[in-house]
């Protein structure tokens, strides 16, 4: 997979790119300036030691996050902990990842794009082992509290390792970067999926210890590879800010359809094994497996959506809005809604699963590129700060979301049911579609006035009846 990547993504000649004092440009045979044929033959070798470390990262993150879910709720509540306090140090993660990634983003710069990468993962792996040996405290208060302040060690971890692998990526694919995250987001959805299964079966043949301490060491075997194959990148900080750039009215839409999208997946984690051993009645370890239709559906059309949005970019604003209105369908289905009077068949349920999978994919996968792009055109400087601004305001905005399903959802799921919870859920996605929608119309329609004002159509026809008059 590798080598077809190095072949089929050139990078981009940066705008501000200017060929050192004394160097002269010559030509190769077909064509190409000498100078730049290098610099993109050394450029190729560090975007395979990119994708391979940031692979690594999506990978290992992804899979120590989802070990809890089968085995920690119930340690928990022998060590005194009830549902609700389980729920908080669950969602403790996401809130401490949004304020963490608004702060790294904003100084990526100061502290180095590849220091906070390298940093993030030793961070992270040590945590995961901590993890692992919370089972030896004194139940009650102790264990409670450490269990918050690891959990938020691990997300300063994750935060600050995704927030420079996005920047990094960006600037090693500055003209491919949705092809490559949703390339990427094979490996993510693998940890997963590997996740769930891998923890239960550790947990159950060696105890709570060894599922923990097993990742944890492998994310720290990580660290030093990371840090001999991962290129360094030289910045220069600049002056813009996440104010300047999260008020232009395009972003907020952007930002909104990545808190729709995070809240959407996050509602499904607490309310949707439930329903699915009470509905269909089917035994623990067949719910996982009916996990996998979402994750392996948006695992593997990723990469399809991220190389439409980069071969042609004027299909993002459909991918936006027909995902998020495909998405709100998705959610009204899943119940299926009680107005619907459609009785719930596990069939059914599994394929809106696979279409939730890929509708989440068509709105997630071209934000990045559409914010940066926004960016650009509103004068922000090209670089590696402004990719750290936007990593940052992409994870910041999908913590939130994190946060908010799981929180809000479990609350409807409880009071009306996971039926009308999920139908009310998809309520976010409804909106963030209907509202880029919109957006790209009134912008379209202003675009198209103010060129018609440039170039009145009777200029043309004044032009050529003087010059048929001349003659």
Known sequence: MAAGFSAGLSPAVPRTGAVPAGRALRRTEDGVPEALGEESRRLTREQLFTMAATASINFSSMICYSILGPFFPSEAEKKGASNTVVGLIFGCFALVNFLTSLILGNYLTHIGAKFMFVAGMFVSGCVTILFGMLDKVPSGPMFIGLCFLVRAMDAIGFAAAMTASFSILAKAFPSNIATVLGSLEIFTGLGLVLGPPLGGFLYQSFGYEVPFITLGCVVLVLVPVNMCILP??????????????????????????????????????????????????????????????????YSLSSPLLGLLSDKLPYLRKWLLVSGGLM?????????????????????????????????????????????????????????????????????????????????????????????????????????????????????????????????????????????????
Not at 362 to 382: H, T
Request: net charge negative; charged share 10%; with cysteine.
């Open 232 to 297: 360094k990148y030289d910045s220069i900080p600049s002056k813009d800010s996440f104010w300047k750039l999260i008020l232009l009215p395009k972003v907020l839409l952007l930002c909104l359809t990545i808190f729709s999208l995070s809240a959407c997946l996050g509602f499904l984690d607490p309310t949707m094994s439930l329903f699915i051993l009470k509905k269909f009645k089917l035994p623990a370890g067949y719910v996982g497996l009916v996990f996998l239709g979402l994750a392996l559906s």
């Open 327 to 471: 998405t709100a369908l998705c959610f009204f289905m899943l119940g299926p809604a009680p107005v619907l009077h459609i009785e719930s068949q596990l069939w059914m349920f599994v394929l809106v699963l696979v279409l939730i999978g890929f509708s989440l994919g068509m709105s997630a996968i071209p934000v990045f590129p559409e914010i940066l792009q926004c960016a650009y055109e509103n004068g922000f400087e090209e670089g590696l700060s402004l990719l750290g601004l936007v990593s940052g305001l992409f994870n910041a905005m999908w913590s939130l979301g994190a946060f908010a399903g799981p929180t809000l959802g479990g609350l409807l799921n409880e009071k009306l049911g996971f039926e009308w919870a999920s139908a009310i859920q998809g309520g976010w996605a409804l909106l963030s579609g209907l509202a880029t929608g919109i957006f790209y119309i009134i912008e379209a329609t202003r675009r198209s006035s103010s060129s018609s004002l440039q170039n009145p159509p009777g200029n043309n026809e004044e032009r050529t009846h003087l010059m048929g008059s001349e003659t």
